[in-house]
């Protein structure tokens, strides 16, 4: 069975970066397609970027677009996400997940703790 644990939040003043980390275990990554999910306070968990298994098609959210950057290193069983230029609204709880090719459909119901991001001054 795949586990992703997600790492590398924290509290970061806007205009500021952060990278987050995707870590699977149980399975390899190649055959998955992997998308980061957002959960601010408040408000339902939002798909924001997605990224095929090759790597080669990506996916963002209009809010995060120009600004977040996901990737993915297979041989590592890695995916990540690079956030900069970071604003208060982007204030949240990040998960990744396992979706169906070409939607933000989770594959599991099945979700991990995330990993806080928080942006303020």
């Known amino acids: 069975q795949l586990r992703l644990v997600e790492s590398g939040g924290g509290l970061v003043q806007p205009g500021g970066s952060l990278r987050l980390s995707c870590a699977a275990s149980g399975r390899s990554l190649d055959y998955y397609a992997i998308a980061w999910f957002r959960q601010a306070p408040g408000k339902e968990r939002e798909g924001i970027a997605y990224?095929?298994?090759?790597?080669?098609?990506?996916n963002y959210a209009d809010s995060v677009k120009d600004r977040f950057t996901i990737s993915r290193d297979n041989a590592k069983n890695m995916v990540y996400l690079q956030m900069s230029s970071l604003k208060p609204e982007d204030t949240g709880v990040y998960y990744c997940?396992?979706?169906?090719?070409?939607?933000?459909?989770?594959?599991?119901?099945?979700w991990g703790q995330g990993t806080q991001v928080t942006v303020s001054s």
């Open positions: 997940a396992a979706v169906l090719y070409g939607t933000y459909d989770p594959l599991s119901d099945n």
């Open positions: 990224i095929n298994n090759s790597g080669l098609d990506t």
